[in-house]
């Protein structure tokens, strides 16, 4: 399986996602204008990958910002790990946030109210 290697940008966040690697990463911002044409790929790649995912799998998030179409997708890649995980697998999300950042880290409790999985709320400092 092909990772998923998206730089980021002011507009784009930075996406790994390398099953062979183990490395399943969101980082910086998400603004797209179209955020379903960027995020459809991303959320194929994760129906592909629950075909035959890692016995472990975590998917880090350290996102510093994300408009409210972003926000939708990234619910949506979030259940898709849900659902792999709804089936017997082991799925970690970490939800990183600057210690500083009560929104993203609201963001993620919030998130982490609607997802059945293990959510971890991480604060860093900058």
Do not use: C
Request: aromatic share 14%; proline share 6%; charged share 30%.
């Amino acid at each position: 399986m092909d990772p998923i290697k998206i730089a980021g940008t002011s507009q784009y966040p930075t996406v790994t996602l390398d099953k062979d690697a183990g490395v399943f990463e969101f980082l910086g911002n998400s603004l797209p204008e179209d955020a379903r044409q960027f995020y459809d790929p991303i959320i194929s790649w994760i129906d592909e990958y629950a075909k035959n995912p890692n016995p472990e799998t975590v998917v880090k998030f350290k996102m510093i910002y994300y408009n409210t179409p972003s926000s939708k997708m990234i619910f949506q890649v979030l259940k898709r790990f849900e659902k792999i995980a709804l089936e017997g697998n082991n799925i970690t999300i970490i939800w990183m946030y600057n210690e500083d950042d009560i929104d993203i880290k609201d963001a993620g409790k919030d998130f982490s109210n609607h997802i059945k999985i293990p959510f971890k709320l991480e604060s860093y400092k900058e």
